[in-house]
T-cell receptor, first 113, second 115 residues
Framework: DQQVKQNSPSLSVQEGRISILNCDYT??????FLWYKKYPAEGPTFLIS?????DKNEDGRFTVFLNKSAKHLSLHIVPSQPGDSAVYFC????????????FGSGTQLTVLP | DSGVTQTPKHLITATGQRVTLRCSPR?????VYWYQQSLDQGLQFLIQ???????AKGNILERFSAQQFPDLHSELNLSSLELGDSALYFC??????????????FGPGTRLTVL
């Protein structure tokens, strides 16, 4: 049972354009969401997060939107740069004593020059 | 550089063998998490330790065990290895368990190949 789903395994975008990566979840107990970027042969790197009490969080070129009623979140990258090419993982967590993350399967973003 | 270190970077071994993966968390972080990533899939949570005590277990096989030592480094022990155990194993650490918005920072991973 996949509680966090990234339905697009890959996405290609032209440099300078907007990249939109999507993520859906099924567990309504999730209250904190994170996006990680992963390059080959490296560990995931934290990008941006959002608490369930917010619907938007922005950090530079990265914005995460949360729609709790739809159980959907998205990551917007504007403008996209070739260095953004990587696998992006959406992750979710339930606050409490156990803080493990539940990850989606990832989306490979390719930014074309 | 996340500040989380993992050794070794690569490990090649045979079926039936036992290996130990090591993780040093970021300075000041009390929680350590282990995740497994198989074949371009998402990361699967294995186990969490907080200040030396086991806090949560995920999809961890009985052949696998872990511990966190007084200096907060952690080891993941994998025994009676099978071909299907070949994967990337990541360690992550976070600063304070009580903070609702603490973030997990990941190490570079150990690539385990079982032949």
């Amino acid at each position: 049972d996949q509680q966090v789903k990234q339905n697009s395994p890959s996405l290609s975008v032209q440099e300078g354009r907007i990249s939109i990566l999507n993520c859906d979840y099924t567990n309504s107990m999730f209250d904190y969401f994170l996006w990680y970027k992963k390059y080959p042969a490296e560990g995931p790197t934290f990008l941006i997060s959002i608490s369930s009490i917010k619907d938007k969080n922005e950090d530079g070129r990265f914005t995460v939107f949360l729609n709790k009623s739809a159980k959907h979140l998205s990551l917007h990258i504007v403008p996209s740069q070739p260095g953004d090419s990587a696998v992006y993982f959406c992750a979710a967590r339930i606050s409490g004593s156990a803080r493990q993350l539940t990850f989606g399967s990832g989306t490979q973003l390719t930014v074309l020059p | 550089d996340s500040g989380v270190t993992q050794t070794p970077k690569h490990l090649i071994t045979a079926t039936g063998q036992r290996v130990t993966l090591r993780c040093s968390p970021r300075s000041g972080d009390l929680s350590v998490y282990w995740y497994q990533q198989s074949l371009d899939q998402g990361l699967q949570f294995l186990i969490q330790y907080y200040n030396g005590e086991e806090r949560a277990k995920g999809n961890i096989l009985e052949r696998f065990s872990a511990q966190q030592f007084p200096d907060l480094h952690s080891e993941l022990n994998l025994s009676s290895l099978e071909l299907g155990d070949s994967a990337l194993y990541f360690c992550a650490s976070s600063v304070v368990e009580g903070a609702t918005t603490d973030t997990q920072y990941f190490g570079p991973g150990t690539r385990l190949t079982v032949l």
